[in-house]
């Protein structure tokens, strides 16, 4: 019996960005984290294909700044160069998306450097559990 359902499509930093417009932070974290377990489950030789794509302004850049660095940093961890896009998003002043004393220490010690050279300080834990 053959399905005539929608196909299982895995999120793109893309259509990430897309969701993240209007959300508010919790509700961010937890796409981000949907993300993060899609990517992780897809085969190394279709990942690049997730995050080729330039996600449009979400209406805050400290998200699309965010994005850049998500898609450079798992691009870098699969031995890969970023996509072209991420070079243009930086921000002018440090970002701590988890701003209490502890998070602030811990994400200046393990900020991944995709996301240090561009002022957002969160930690790969963070990343991780987001």
């Given at each position: 019996m053959?399905?005539?359902?929608a196909r299982y499509e895995p999120l793109?930093?893309?259509?990430l960005?897309?969701?993240l417009v209007g959300a508010?932070?919790?509700?961010?974290?937890?796409?981000v984290a949907e993300f993060l377990e899609e990517y992780r489950w897809e085969?190394?030789?279709?990942r690049a294909a997730l995050l080729n794509e330039e996600p449009s302004a979400t209406g805050d850049e400290h998200w699309d700044v965010f994005l850049a660095a998500l898609a450079e940093h798992l691009a870098a961890k699969d031995g890969r160069g970023a996509p072209s896009w991420v070079e243009t998003r930086s921000l002018r002043r440090f970002?701590?998306?988890?701003?209490?004393?502890a998070?602030?220490?811990d994400a200046v010690v393990h900020a991944p450097a995709a996301f240090r050279r561009r002022g957002v300080y969160v930690s790969t834990q963070e990343l991780n559990v987001a």
């Open positions: 053959q399905s005539h359902g793109t930093v893309a259509r960005g897309a969701l508010d932070e919790t509700r961010r974290w937890r796409l085969p190394l030789e279709k970002w701590f998306p988890f701003n209490t004393p998070a602030r220490v």
